[in-house]
């Protein structure tokens, strides 16, 4: 197999990391490119045999699938770079949310996928949120779900959902880190407690809490009620935390949704001139 990687910055080079590490490519099946050349290059030094490429029409050239891995609004200008190599028998993958499939199989002549990935995959772990162009049948989904399958667990989703199943797997590790790590700060601050300690434990708790979700198969529910024993310490925290935090978690997705808006509208300029029925 041959896979080409356009950006090297964070999530590039997750997902490159993960996928050598996991065993699912080898570097010399990789060429990367970067705006900065020397980024790429130093990626490339880590792994011998993979290709550093100056242009991004080199990474792309060729390889099986061309995963775009930019910040939206460079997505027009590597389409444009990238127009002229690409052929019908290969799949570009986006791995940004804000670009529409729709964007790239105007631009492409190409099989066109959008892949979510979460900051989980670095340890072979979590979701990666798939979503696939109209020229996509079910076994270019199955080849390429084959290949992520090393590293997560690969769902299916509906284009529209994008956002909302976003802010669950890719943006939800940030998220849940924060309040455990108030949680510990307030563990430290209240009782003195060794901060490594506090993290360890809050660490291996939240670890056991995932696996209780899904290999355990007890819902939120189930767990809230089995260690909430009525009127004990737990409960009475539980309300208090009801009452504290109650509609944040809507604030949070209204946030996260305004920006992906206003990311949209600005990539839809870019590729048509003009936002497109809000789009």
Request: proline residues 4%; negative net charge.
């Amino acid at each position: 197999m041959n896979v080409g990687f356009i950006g090297t910055g964070s999530m590039g080079s997750l997902l490159i990391e993960s996928f050598i590490a996991s065993g699912a490519l080898g570097p010399t099946e990789i060429a990367v490119s970067n705006r900065t050349h020397a980024k790429a290059q130093a990626l490339a030094d880590r792994y011998p045999g993979m290709r550093a490429e100056y242009s991004n029409a080199d990474a792309a050239c060729g390889a099986d699938y061309v995963f775009l891995c930019v910040k939206p609004h460079e997505f027009i200008h590597v389409v444009q770079d990238i127009k002229s190599v690409i052929r019908p028998n290969q799949t570009v993958v986006s791995i940004t949310s804000p670009v529409l499939l729709s964007h790239l199989e105007g631009e492409l002549g190409c099989k066109i996928a959008k892949v979510i990935p979460s900051i989980t995959n670095l340890v072979w772990s979590g979701a990666s949120l798939c979503i696939y162009g109209s020229r996509m049948d079910d076994r270019d989904k199955k080849k390429l779900e084959s290949l992520f399958a090393h590293i997560s667990e690969p769902l299916r989703i509906e284009e529209q959902y994008t956002r909302i199943v976003s802010d669950l797997s890719s943006c939800g590790p940030a998220f849940i880190a924060f309040l455990l790590q108030q949680f510990v700060d307030a563990a430290v601050e209240e009782t003195g407690i060794p901060r490594a300690d506090a993290q360890k434990v809050a660490a291996n708790m939240l670890l056991g809490t995932g696996l209780l979700l899904t290999e355990g198969q007890l819902s939120m529910e189930d767990i809230q009620q089995r260690v909430a024993v009525p009127g004990g310490i737990t409960a009475k925290a539980l309300k208090l935390l009801q009452r504290e935090t109650d509609g944040i978690f809507n604030q949070v997705i209204r946030t996260t949704h305004d920006k992906y808006q206003e990311d949209l509208g600005k990539v839809t300029t870019l590729f048509y001139g003009e936002e497109v029925n809000g789009q």
